[in-house]
């Protein structure tokens, strides 16, 4: 058991943090919302003042926070994470943020002698519930070892990805994948309905054959085959549309960074910025298959 405090008790950070006073851990945290405190005040997590007053006698520091510079924030400011946190504590930052903002984060913790490890999570708010969420970790080795108990009681895979950044830079790469997979799936969903050929036929044959993905099997854009894809019910996520159009942000803006070629990649970007301006930030990303057919959901 260990102290820990936790900043960011949102969506994802409430349900996590849940998992972790299961697992016998004392949670103190902090937000900046008074609905997420209270939320977290009734689910027996305890609330302090302050980010700064969050994480004073914290063994292990937890951040569950929109962006990145919401994290360089909380570990920065004057009265940040890294002012008050006991020395020796171990800081683990879950958000899904640019990997330069997380190398930034973890080189300033580093020369003040603490250990950080970047930890973006694959799972959404479901698998934070089930405590399912997979983890992907970037930072040196013994910071690993230490985060891995922690991160079990919310997850069921923790991957070490490599040195500080890694666990963003795989996050980032592994949701530019899913969304141009999303949208090739829609395409030929669209293209079969208009060639005559039922979607329910295309999935039974694709899902069998080289067409095969994720996003076809396991989260198909149309209702039926299925049975818990967000499809069937009306599009609501799931992982939302804002949230996509986010992560392929984050891609294109590394892919940039380092001179990559992601064509697909920053069509993706264009055709989720599209979809997200009509009016669809809070639906499902699979809902995308609307806009391509030209229908409304
Ligand atoms: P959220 O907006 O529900 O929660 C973020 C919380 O951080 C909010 O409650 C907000 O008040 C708080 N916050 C912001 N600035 C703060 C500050 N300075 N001090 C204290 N609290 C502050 O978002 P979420 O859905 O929980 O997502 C959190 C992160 O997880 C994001 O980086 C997101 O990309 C990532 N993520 C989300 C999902 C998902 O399905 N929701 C899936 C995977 C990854």
Known sequence: MARIGFIGLGNMGLPMARN??????????????????????AAGITIRPSVGDAVRDAETVLTMLP??????????????????????????DCSTIDVDSARA???????????????????????????????????PEAAFTRAEPV??????????AGAAGAGQAAKICNNMML???????????VLARRLGLAPEKLFE????????????TSYCPVPGPVPTSPANRGYQPGFAAAMMLK???????????????TPLGAEAYQLYALFNAQGNEGLDFSAIIHMIGGTSV
């Not at 008074?34 to 005040?41: F, G, H, I, K, P």
């Not at 020369?111 to 708010?125: C, E, H, I, K």
């Not at 891609?251 to 990559?260: D, I, L, N, Y």
């Open 205 to 216: 044959i694709a899902a069998k054959a080289s067409g095969q993905c994720w996003s076809l």
């Open 67 to 92: 962006e990145g510079r919401h994290v360089r924030g909380v570990y920065l400011d004057q009265e940040g994470i890294l002012a008050r946190v006991p020395s020796g504590a171990l800081l683990i």
């Open 20 to 41: 972790l006073l299961a697992a016998g851990h004392a949670v103190t945290g902090y937000d900046l919302g008074t609905r997420a405190r209270e939320a977290a005040a």
């Open 179 to 189: 969304g141009i997979q999303m949208i090739s799936v829609c395409e030929a969903m």
């Open 151 to 160: 991160l079990r009681a919310m997850g069921k895979a923790v991957v070490h």
């Open 105 to 139: 984060v973890a080189a300033a913790a580093t020369a003040r002698g603490m250990a950080m490890v970047d930890a973006p999570v694959s799972g959404g708010v479901a698998g934070a519930a089930a405590a399912s969420l997979t983890f992907m970790v970037g930072g």
């Open 247 to 261: 992560d392929l942000r984050l891609a294109q803006e590394a892919a940039q960074s380092v001179g990559a070629a």
